[in-house]
């Protein structure tokens, strides 16, 4: 298997997609021409491999970026447009939000919307909070999107290749500090369905619900409870919406205890909505509290000590998982 | 232009006009007509103008103001009616109503009421034209007051930028709500805009089905040839309020009547039956032959059947 | 008392708070002039009494209009702007998330934005999902804002002045549906803390947390219920941000048992924070799984009957609170 | 333009200059600044001439090319530092970062690094100039790429309809992250959109700081004469990458080597050397004090401790 990053995992997803299908383009600011030109930018290359016509550098115009995609798309073209970093999402959200998820509604199924919007997220690049915002609640909560968060490089490459020939439009976010870390992809053409949550490493004492680059800090919480004795269940969303919620329960029914991980601030994030499903669906299972381990609520600030405060870690992940356990 | 065809254009405006009277007259009826019901009541001849312009397979994008644009682009009147009505058998099955219909089978593809919103959408469907190097274009209708929404402006520049094939129709009924042009931006043409994006404006009176016609023609033909989009100012005038339950208040007395001596309709019929193409017997024929659609119409819809609760949930996804 | 709508109280909130403090200020689309000039409009007549100066009629420019908040905020003055219809939220979103609510932040507490942004929700006008989308958990997810949802006249006007005295931006939350029925509000001066939640019925067997013009369908619910021997506490929680969670806690600790009901849909709606809440700090009280009776996951659809089936109503709730009770 | 005054913006112009080299060489040194580092060098006499024309009371805007504007309009080169370094004594608690630096002391009241952000804020800033019946004026700094954005236009089109006093400084650097102008509108100049909003729109040569300065001051007294704003393009030119972490692959060397040709810095040089006004001896010693300066504030920050991670947590709500 290939050991690639998240980024470049991307860039193969896009490449290959492109190949297929030449009704896919890409569009997005710097997108062609790559500001810091690196090649862990999921773009890097496009431009010279496919040509302008394809691979579109645009304005500093989210709302159009975003328009641009639901006309191509109600015209059958399946465009990928980037939202370069996720608080600039506010500024496309009217166009995805108001017309990409409703416009099929609107014209009675009659028309359907195949666009990607790629949404780069996360904190820990002391970027500050004007570029650091985990807003994927706001698509989640927005019926006639999908809204997909890989946690791995592989899951990426293939959920993107199915959000690319999915006909309803999806928002695919991608936490940048993925971008940095080669894991094993797999080779050659995949997919992987949109919608289906994935148990990455299985455990009889607690579950952990988490997504996107979260799931490492799952992993490095599993290894240290592991060693006493706890074993985490640790199931990665992938897919927000359509949420995955037969996985959920079904992992509950085996532990009956939760703890959801996400990296987004606490109140009004999307783990209320797993924390909600818990409580419904699968009271009778739950033996302990829920908890959540997430960002606190306050915007990503600058200065490192505080960003890593920000961002939650496996200790506070582990203090979580112990609580419920113990 | 021929005869023939600034026939077509009065029957066209002509039958927006019936239909929308009729409306007018369906919104005193109480609860006949759910939501809020707006008209173009006026201002007939953008939407036929522009539309005559256009082969089948361009594409309109409309707005809130829409009825005539999709009847002039040859939306089936009966299925237009029956979503007005919120029925099971209106083109958009009684999700849509009268604010944001679409009539795919005619190319007028996405309407939406989003004041300005519908300017990047169009940009995005005149990319695609181009992208399939289709001899074709996009039309997108907006008002005066979507010209200060931030979308308007995006749209332009990146449409300028690359030449897409998109023709911008600013429809300039001197309001916005309830507010008139100069309270809301200082310019006094819309169109002087364009020079901004380095495209090209061009002011037309939108009383003039003709004249909205030519701009259109040329502008079309500057797309087709690759030179990118036109913003066309069309200086018309809304007759009614806002919608129907609007009672203009603001709306000088004597500013209506002096545009309604302008009426679009007259004065294409005036040119016709002074050019001797058309009889007054015609009209009559014509006039009662389009007030039979439009009784068929609303026949259809109020026969129709409501959707079936349940189904609200259909089409959220493919 | 007076009898007046929703509408009126908080007209009598602007008008009161503008005399109070000339540094009180409108700005909006059709603020002014008012498309429907029409008394149950909260801005009516205030143009005539404050003159052009203090009641601005904007362009159709949402961005503006909240950048114009967010500026004239820094410099002291207070500014209460309108949102039309919340779907319209989206185009002033970056100026309300990324600046109104970090820009204090950002200043290291210097600088502060003493800013009301009201909106307009609600469906049951007819007027399809570009204009009816309840958006209030995208505002309740970020930190910096308060978030305030009346379900009552008389809580309207006593948190709207409490949200123009903030030194905080507000997003104050106006459903539409309560701008047409008069009910009882204190004559004078009275103002509503922010951030605390009201038992507007109390109840031993189960609560029913709920806000803004779902309160009405709770009390029809909690009739039924009651004739039935089933008595409901209803919890307005009137504001969302912050969230009043000890009276929530309070309320559990009672009943045990929770049913949560808001207008939004259901999927990453606010329902899902409280579900959390309750899960994790009230988990040992919990005697019953806890509903949620939301909008279904769809666009508001135009069509009566659809619409109809589109907001929640007490039958849907009898039933969850039944489900929960017995 | 008297000599003294020439003096200080040559002043203030070599400050920033030597800020920012300050800060390129301590990008070079791994992880001794956190985050993005984006400078304005060669752009200097964009800052230095428009803050020299305002008061202390007049309000700038900035945006994340802000060090430049915060310097010339007054702030500390000490906390300013310490705030890019992340510092407890930076002049935001370690908050903001080098991207969104605000110096509310002078009146340098909010920075926002979304592209476009801070124009909708302009225009707030100097509607309380207005409403409070102030003589005071809003400068609102941003570059050719973020009057692509829908804001720009919102807000242009606000500030004119109401006669605000804001003067919107388009910094035209030729670049827009990796984009040239051309890639990213058709129009050759930004300010020919003014007109599209009834506002005057100047272009001026942005390594001038003469010119700069002169273009501010005859906006400012339009705003206070009560005319409303002026949209001033000042043509300059980025030396640096988009930010220090980019190879600026994109930009033909001799097109640097053109423009380094042009220094802002060394044009008031030579004519201030030229009218006798400063000696060579005298620009050594300011050479020196500035050099300190900035010294000076690198140890301030060096030496200033860490915020204590529980600090986050402070200053979201009043
Ligand atoms: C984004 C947005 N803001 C506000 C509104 C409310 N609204 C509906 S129509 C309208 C006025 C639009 O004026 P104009 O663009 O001139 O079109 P006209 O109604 O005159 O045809 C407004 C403000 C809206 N629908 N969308
Ligand atoms: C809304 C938004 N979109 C994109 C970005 C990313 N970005 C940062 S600076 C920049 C280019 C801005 O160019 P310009 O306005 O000319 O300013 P300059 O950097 O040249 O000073 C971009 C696209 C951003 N910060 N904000
Ligand atoms: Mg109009
Ligand atoms: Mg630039």
């Known amino acids: 298997m290939q050991q690639i990053t998240m980024g470049q995992a991307v860039r193969q997803a896009l490449a290959e997609e492109m190949q297929r299908d030449p009704n896919v383009f890409l569009a997005g600011e710097g997108i062609g021409v790559g500001i810091h030109e690196s090649p862990v930018m999921p773009t890097f290359g496009l431009l010279r491999e496919f040509g302008p016509d ?109 959000a690319i020939r999915d006909d309803n439009p999806v928002v695919f976010i991608e936490d940048m500090g993925l971008y940095f870390f080669p894991t094993p992809v797999p080779e050659g053409e995949y997919t992987i369905p949109i919608g289906v949550a994935d148990i990455k490493r299985p455990g009889r004492d607690v579950t952990v619900v988490t997504w ?20 985490v269940e640790i199931l990665d969303l992938r897919t927000l ?15 009956g205890r939760l703890v959801i991980l ?18 419904d669906e699968a009271f009778s299972y739950l033996k302990a509290p829920v908890k959540r381990v997430t960002g606190p609520d306050i915007p990503v600030p600058f200065s490192p000590p505080l960003e890593q405060f920000y961002i939650p870690d496996e200790h506070q992940l582990v203090e979580a998982v112990k609580s419920v356990v113990l | 232009m021929e005869n023939k065809k600034k026939i077509e254009l009065y029957r066209s405006m002509l039958l927006i006009r019936h239909f929308e009277e009729k409306l007018t007259e369906l919104c005193r009826i109480e609860r006949k007509l759910p939501g809020m019901v707006i008209l173009c009541t006026g201002q007939e001849a953008v939407a036929a103008g522009t539309c005559a312009a256009l082969e089948k397979d361009d594409v309109i994008i409309s707005n809130h103001r829409s009825h005539g644009h999709l009847l002039a682009k040859g939306a089936e009147p009966n299925t237009v009616m029956a979503e007005i009505f919120g029925k099971k058998t209106g083109c958009n099955k009684g999700k849509s109503g009268t604010l944001h219909i679409a009539v795919p089978e005619v190319n007028a593809l996405c309407t939406t009421t989003v004041v300005g919103g519908g300017i990047p959408i169009a940009v995005g469907t005149a990319f695609a034209q181009q992208y399939k190097k289709r001899r074709q274009v996009t039309v997108c209708f907006f008002g005066n007051g979507a010209a200060d929404e931030g979308s308007f402006h995006e749209s332009l520049n990146m449409a300028a930028l690359w030449n ?35 495209m090209p404006g061009v002011v037309v ?35 009614r309020g806002h919608g129907e339950a609007d009672h203009q208040a603001y709306q000088p007395k004597d500013e209506i009547a002096r545009w309604m001596e302008r009426c679009p309709v007259k004065k294409i019929e005036r040119e016709l039956l002074a050019a001797g193409a058309i009889s007054n017997q015609e009209i009559s024929e014509l ?32």
């Open chain 2, 205 to 239: 009176d939108g009383n003039d089905a003709e004249a909205v016609f030519k701009a259109t023609t040329e502008a079309r033909l500057r797309c087709l040839a690759g030179e990118g989009p036109t913003l066309i100012e069309c200086k018309t005038y809304r007759w």
């Open chain 1, 262 to 279: 996400h990296e987004a601030t606490r109140t009004g994030g999307f783990g209320g909505e797993i924390a909600a499903l818990a409580v």
């Open chain 1, 54 to 162: 394809r691979v579109k550098d645009t304005p500093v115009s989210e709302a159009a970026i975003a328009g641009l995609a639901v006309g191509a798309s109600v015209l059958g073209l399946r465009p990928v447009v980037e939202v370069m970093f996720n608080p600039f999402f506010t500024l496309a959200s009217d166009q995805i939000v108001n017309h990409a998820a409703k416009l099929r509604y609107l014209s009675g199924g009659k028309s359907s919307f195949p666009m990607v919007v790629r949404v780069k997220t996360g904190a820990g690049f002391g970027a500050g909070c004007q570029h650091s915002h985990n807003l994927e609640a706001w698509a989640a909560h927005c019926p006639g999107l999908k809204v997909v968060m890989p946690g791995t490089a592989a899951d990426a490459k293939g959920l993107l290749k199915s």
């Open chain 2, 164 to 198: 897409l094939p998109v023709i911008f129709v600013c429809e300039n009924n001197v309001y916005s709500g309830a507010q008139r042009m100069e309270e809301h931006t200082k310019v006094k043409d819309i169109a002087a805009r364009a020079a901004g994006y380095a």
């Open chain 1, 241 to 255: 919406l359509p949420l995955d919620k037969e996985a959920i329960i079904t992992s509950l029914k085996k532990t």
């Open chain 2, 287 to 318: 006039e009662e032959s389009i007030a039979k659609i439009v009784e068929d119409a609303v026949r259809f819809a109020e026969e129709s059947p409501w959707p079936a609760p349940l189904e609200a949930l259909d089409d959220v996804y493919v």
């Open chain 1, 212 to 231: 996107s680059k979260m799931l490492g800090v799952a992993f490095k919480a599993a290894a240290i409870l592991s060693k006493e004795g706890i074993e």
